[in-house]
């Protein structure tokens, strides 16, 4: 099938892919009247006693925004608020499918750090989480920050940590099939977006602490000239302290894990033989990745995950958002902290459970147990670290 063409018939043809559907009839006098006025002002003068009833009188509990400025949208680039409306509407869609949670998508017609998180403070009333989608690194870094700091309500930048829960979950099964240590192995990381950021970071609250992270500038390390201007790399390079020097064919040497969040075609056989021995790769990018999997494998890879679903070990995170939000939304939780995304990691993780082996280190996207089970563990690590209402 040629799903460009295909998929821009239906688009056509749909006019949207969601829909409002009301949860009650409007087919009487009576009705009216307790749906809407008079009876409707008892809800409204509860909420302006207390805002937090807003959560049981209205859709607010289930109810989230996916929210874009255009400037990332998949891997267009920056093609603007209302061209990334149909990527908004798939992942609200996504979010209804496999979460039951209401999504609501949004577009934002500016580029201005202020003036995004000015918007979304405005309208965080009206949510009870708020996913932040296809914004441009670094920016994406300081909205989420400010946004986390004046929200009390989960802010989730999808792009960065949908991704990184799932790369955890993926290695988490990896290293139980190589017989390593998180805290042991030498990591490479190919790209310092959105994503590779987050990756990085929930590894090393995982307990990973020997990682080099690779940009378009080769070796990501402290005092390199360019970090002066960009407090998010500088951090990393700080936490990583990488003695290595040039690019990313010499900090693969003896390296356990590649994760990839970059380029096609970046990492050849030979650099997968310059590893350790078992290495791990995660080459994640779209839809040609840094390496294939057969060259890999032939090269002496001992496992291989890319991003793709016609290969096995696809890392989606089309895995962690939706329960991920489930559970968030299921206790009211102020935020989704480190410990919230671990949990969704390790639950991810366990579901592989018996059929654990070198081509099955995660499940099947479509696997029914996943939302139930992640929404479950997020749930519980809400309460466990005080961000829960419920």
């Known amino acids: 099938m040629d799903y460009a063409k295909e998929s821009l018939r239906l688009h056509y043809e749909w006019k949207g892919k969601l829909s409002v559907t009301p949860k009650v009839a409007v087919d009487s006098r009576e009705?009216?009247?307790?749906?809407?006025?008079p009876g409707v002002a008892a809800p409204c003068l509860e909420i302006h006693k207390d805002p937090e009833k807003s959560f049981e009188l209205t859709g607010r509990w289930n109810t989230v925004t996916v929210i874009t400025d255009g400037t990332a949208v998949l891997g267009l680039?920056?093609?603007?608020?209302?061209?990334?409306?149909?990527?908004?509407?798939?992942?609200?869609?996504?979010?209804?499918?496999?979460?039951?949670?209401?999504?609501?998508?949004?577009?934002?017609?500016?580029?201005?750090?202020?003036?995004?998180?000015?918007?979304?403070?405005?309208?965080?009333?009206?949510?009870?989480?708020?996913?932040?989608?296809?914004?441009?690194?670094?920016?994406?870094?300081?909205?989420?920050?400010?946004?986390?700091?004046?929200?009390?309500?989960?802010?989730?930048h999808d792009d960065q940590h949908g991704t990184a829960i799932v790369v955890a979950a993926a290695l988490t099964n990896a290293l139980k099939l190589t017989g390593k240590k998180i805290e042991d192995i030498h990591a490479v990381f190919s790209g310092a977006g959105a994503a590779g950021t987050a990756v990085f970071k929930l590894l090393w609250k995982m307990g990973l602490r020997h990682a080099v992270l690779c940009d378009i500038n080769g070796v990501v390390y402290p005092g390199r000239p360019d970090l002066a201007n960009d407090p998010w790399l500088a951090e990393l390079a700080e936490l990583g302290q990488p003695t290595v020097r040039g690019g990313l064919a010499e900090a693969m040497?003896?390296?356990?894990?590649?994760?990839?969040?970059?380029?096609?075609?970046?990492?050849?056989?030979?650099?997968?033989?310059?590893?350790?021995?078992?290495?791990?790769?995660?080459?994640?990018?779209?839809?040609?990745?840094?390496?294939?999997?057969?060259?890999?494998?032939?090269?002496?890879?001992?496992?291989?995950?890319?991003?793709?679903?016609?290969?096995?070990?696809?890392?989606?995170?089309?895995?962690?958002?939706?329960?991920?939000?489930?559970?968030?939304?299921?206790?009211?939780?102020?935020?989704?902290?480190?410990?919230?995304?671990?949990?969704?990691?390790?639950?991810?993780?366990?579901?592989?459970g018996d059929d654990l082996?070198?081509?099955?280190?995660?499940?099947?996207?479509?696997?029914?147990?996943?939302?139930?089970?992640?929404?479950?563990?997020?749930?519980?690590?809400?309460?466990?670290?005080g961000v829960a209402r419920l």
Do not use: W
Request: proline content about 7%.
């Open 31 to 37: 009705a009216l009247s307790l749906a809407y006025t």
């Open 77 to 156: 680039g920056d093609i603007g608020p209302e061209a990334g409306m149909p990527v908004m509407e798939g992942k609200c869609l996504l979010l209804k499918a496999f979460g039951d949670v209401d999504a609501i998508p949004l577009c934002i017609r500016s580029k201005d750090v202020d003036d995004i998180v000015n918007t979304i403070r405005l309208l965080a009333g009206s949510f009870g989480g708020i996913n932040l989608e296809d914004i441009s690194a670094p920016r994406c870094f300081e909205i989420e920050k400010r946004l986390k700091e004046c929200c009390d309500i989960p802010i989730f």
């Open 253 to 352: 040497v003896g390296a356990d894990l590649f994760v990839g969040v970059s380029a096609p075609n970046l990492v050849t056989g030979d650099m997968v033989r310059s590893m350790a021995k078992d290495p791990i790769l995660f080459a994640m990018a779209n839809p040609v990745p840094e390496i294939m999997p057969d060259v890999a494998l032939e090269a002496g890879a001992a496992v291989v995950g890319t991003g793709r679903s016609d290969f096995p070990n696809q890392i989606n995170n089309m895995m962690a958002f939706p329960g991920v939000f489930r559970g968030a939304l299921d206790v009211r939780a102020r935020d989704i902290n480190d410990e919230m995304k671990l949990a969704a990691a390790y639950a991810l993780a366990d579901l592989v």
């Open 357 to 385: 082996a070198p081509d099955h280190i995660v499940p099947e996207g479509f696997d029914t147990r996943i939302t139930p089970a992640v929404a479950k563990a997020v749930a519980q690590a809400a309460r466990d670290t």
